[in-house]
């Protein structure tokens, strides 16, 4: 939970059983939803419950909730992105990942791994 934006403020548990559930780290999928929906604000976000810019080209998936769309972002990465027998698969890293995600954008991969760094840096900070 401390590592959630305002808007995002009570995904903790849907973020944990999305790991728990699909294997896929919670500090990845959070990451990933604070940079597609520029924490929890986009328009996206808040019109379509859509957190990791799901969809495309004006067919945008929409969520009945926030944590629909978490199941959802981690099932998807499980079953493709992180599988190695899915054609989706390229390496068990942002890079990898980002490369059917979102067309292997640079500016994608760093702010994914910003994000990552400064919430296992939340996440382990010993108060």
């Known amino acids: ?14 973020f944990a ?19 597609e929906s520029a924490n929890g604000t986009s328009n996206l976000a808040q019109s379509q419950n859509n957190l990791a810019g799901l ?12 944590e629909e ?3 959802y972002l981690a099932e998807l990465l499980s079953n493709y ?3 190695p027998e899915s054609s989706f698969f390229h390496g068990y890293t942002t890079q990898g990942v980002c490369q059917t995600y ?3 954008s640079q ?21």
Do not use: P
Request: hydrophobic share 35%.
């Open 1 to 14: 939970e401390r590592c959630l934006s305002d808007a995002m403020v009570g995904l903790g548990d849907a």
């Open 55 to 66: 969809g495309g080209s004006g067919n945008w998936a929409s969520f009945s909730s926030f």
């Open 17 to 35: 059983q999305a790991e728990q559930e699909y294997g896929v780290n919670a500090l990845f999928l959070i990451s990933i939803c604070e940079f």
């Open 102 to 104: 979102c067309g292997g």
């Open 69 to 71: 769309c978490v199941d």
């Open 107 to 127: 500016h994608w991969i760093d702010s994914v791994d910003r994000y990552l760094q400064e919430n296992f840096d939340q996440a382990t900070k010993v108060e």
């Open 81 to 83: 992105y992180l599988n």
